[in-house]
């Protein structure tokens, strides 16, 4: 009996602090179809319903654009670094060579530094390169990621070796190796860094904002953004969190999809969530 | 089918620490000969180098004639039988016995002849469908077996395969691969821990210590007349007893033992020795050496009987099943034509 009671107030408590968590998402896709004058109100649900804001925001702004622009930048990041980390994971799981755990070490202290502190090195650089309102400044800097490679090298450590032996007798090079043996059976690997870096770079802001000027080559976060504190808006609301809502959704089907296979990667790439 | 010749091989990882000593072998076209020695003996070494996994430090390989040194595992046309299988998960068996062939380029229509007629052989024709973590231990190591076999290579390579199979299965599998010797009469290079499997397999035994040869040789060789104290000790089972003694007119002297050698115009004396003697080599109920019976250990179809003679202990296999009583004394007889003498200086055989 008195089991029974605890746990009904462990999952009640639990509830309550999912509904805390969950609510504020629940209130903005309201407040998109709320009528404006109602969309300060704490309940989610409105007298009537409306697309309007979705219709004033589009007429706005061109997040059609933007939207292109964050699949584009999104895609080729999160597929370079999966090729690229991985890369180096293999190299320095598996590979002897001079100055292996040096090199190791310079990633692993690379992931203490908070970005704020490269930002404005790496702004120069970008503007030495001419590559300011480009993909190339939006993409290049987003290619390789300390912490991919420290998954990856730490999911590369766990495979047998003479797994790699075979393969060198059956002719595999090492490329050959990482991708057509070492990939398969990395999928876990693969799906949480895949899942993580598309996430961080999707909802990236402060980069974009710092190096691309043109409408026209803006990502998703930072046209919201823009929109939303920009003045664009004229301060209504509903049609800035129609902007938020639209920028979330790609990361929430996404994640709908393949959460089952993302939260069995958590647990099995030792990686807790 | 191919020769393979080690000359003067030395493998070194951390610089003048030697794994592996001026090791030098010819190996025969279609010979079978097995590498055995205790654990860190740098015998997998001396298969990673054959193979090309591992670079030499010092020494050249010849496979069928040619220098390997330099050339990679997949251009030695060698395939090699691993401990743990090493077969790729997340292929079926038909696609892991095709992998090398595809990656050769070989035509879809001979990859599937081969695979099917090394599936034939092992009997593994009914899991080519198959995930590896579907099958049995034994079943996957067929299945590496069908790997090396399909390549039709001109030499086998095997790494302790049967270590991590159970008991019966691996007596089972000892079987087939000395079959599959005889079907193929490829040259096959095969390295255990295990002097049961070293001498039930291989026409030839090397047997090593601290990346040293101890001795080559024939099983019947080495069990009969072996080139040292270390081998005599290493194989067979029960190991080889060992008397420390002294050389006094012809005679062996021990505490408790003292054997006529008739030898006294070749034996020095006062040379200071190790008697070896086998444990199916000692009678009981005769002769004139006392012992006092330790334990016996009853296997059904013969016994195995420890007991004292002065300080050393001994170990006799009596070919029938006799229980006696511990603390009893008994006389034991070794037959002398199987005793064998060492010199504790050098560790060398010392001729009667």
């Given amino acids: 009996m008195k089991s029974k009671i605890k746990k009904i107030f462990l999952i009640s408590l639990l509830a309550m602090l999912a509904l805390m968590f969950i609510y504020p998402f629940f209130w903005m896709i309201g407040g998109t179809l709320k009528p404006e004058i109602e969309v300060m109100n704490f309940s989610p649900f409105g007298s009537s319903w409306s697309l309007d804001s979705y219709r004033i925001m589009l007429g706005k702004i061109p997040l059609f654009r933007a939207l292109f622009n964050s699949i584009i930048v999104s895609l080729v990041s999160t597929f370079s670094v999966l090729v690229l980390s991985s890369m180096t994971g293999y190299a320095l799981a598996r590979l002897r060579f001079r100055g292996r755990s040096l090199i190791f070490n310079v990633i692993l202290f690379t992931m203490v530094l908070p970005f704020q502190l490269t930002l404005i090195?790496?702004?120069?650089?970008?503007?030495k390169f001419g590559w300011v309102d480009s993909y190339a400044a939006l993409i290049i800097p987003y290619t390789m990621s300390a912490f991919a490679i420290l998954l990856f090298r730490q999911f590369f450590m766990q495979i047998p070796n003479d797994l790699i032996d075979a393969a060198r007798i059956d002719g595999l090079s090492e490329l050959g190796i990482l991708f057509r043996i070492f990939w398969p059976l990395s999928k876990p690997a693969l799906i949480t860094v895949g899942i993580i870096h598309f996430m961080g770079i999707w909802n990236e802001a402060l980069w974009p904002m710092i190096v691309v000027r043109k409408l026209s080559m803006m990502t998703m976060p930072q046209m919201v953004?823009?929109?939303?504190?920009?003045?664009?808006?004229?301060?209504?609301?509903?049609?800035?969190?129609?902007?938020?809502?639209?920028?979330?959704?790609?990361?929430?089907?996404?994640?709908?999809?393949?959460?089952?296979?993302?939260?069995?990667?958590?647990?099995?790439?030792?990686?807790?969530? | 089918m191919a020769t393979v010749r080690l000359q003067k091989i030395n493998k070194a990882y951390i610089k003048d620490q030697l794994v592996v000593k001026n090791f030098d072998l010819d190996i025969n076209d279609g010979e079978f000969i097995v590498l055995v020695g205790p654990s860190g003996c740098g015998k997998s070494t001396i298969l990673r180098m054959i193979a090309g996994l591992e670079e030499i430090t010092d020494g050249k390989i010849f496979i069928d004639g040619k220098l390997v040194n330099n050339l990679p595992p997949k251009d030695r046309d060698i395939a090699m039988v691993f401990q743990n299988y090493a077969l790729y998960p997340h292929m079926n068996v038909y696609k892991n016995l095709a992998f090398g062939l595809k990656l050769r380029k070989y035509s879809t229509q001979e990859i599937d002849e081969r695979v099917k007629r090394a599936a034939n052989i092992l009997e593994i024709g009914k899991y080519l469908e198959k995930k590896p973590k579907e099958l049995s231990g034994g079943e996957r190591q067929r299945v590496a077996l069908g790997r090396a076999i399909v390549r039709n290579p001109k030499v086998f390579l095997f790494d302790e395969p049967l270590s991590n199979l159970d008991a019966k299965l691996r007596v089972q599998m000892r079987a087939e691969i000395k079959k599959l010797h005889r079907e193929l009469r490829t040259t096959m290079i095969y390295v255990t821990h295990d002097q049961i499997e070293a001498m039930t397999m291989g026409d030839r035994i090397v047997i090593l210590k601290d990346g040293e040869i101890k001795q080559v040789g024939s099983p019947m060789e080495v069990y009969q007349r072996p080139a040292n104290k270390f081998v005599g000790s290493f194989i067979g089972s029960p190991a080889m007893n060992f008397i420390d003694g002294i050389i006094k007119n012809g005679e062996f002297i021990a505490p408790g033992v003292n054997i006529d050698l008739n030898a006294k115009d070749r034996l020095?004396?006062?040379?200071?020795?190790s008697l070896g003697i086998r444990p199916e080599n000692i009678a009981i109920n005769q002769g004139n050496i006392e012992a006092i019976v330790i334990v016996t250990e009853p296997l059904g179809s013969d016994t195995i009987i420890h007991v004292q003679i002065g300080k050393a202990s001994i170990v006799i296999k009596h070919p029938s099943l006799t229980i006696l009583q511990t603390g009893e004394k008994i006389t034991l007889q070794f037959e002398s034509d199987k005793i064998a003498l060492f010199d504790k200086a050098t560790d060398e055989p010392v001729d009667i």
């Fill in chain 1, 121 to 127: 090195p790496l702004y120069v650089l970008m503007v």
């Fill in chain 1, 225 to 273: 953004a823009l929109y939303a504190v920009g003045g664009q808006a004229e301060s209504q609301v509903g049609t800035q969190l129609a902007a938020a809502t639209l920028m979330s959704l790609p990361i929430i089907i996404i994640y709908l999809v393949l959460q089952r296979h993302f939260i069995a990667s958590m647990a099995t790439s030792g990686l807790k969530g």
């Fill in chain 2, 268 to 273: 020095t004396d006062g040379l200071e020795v």
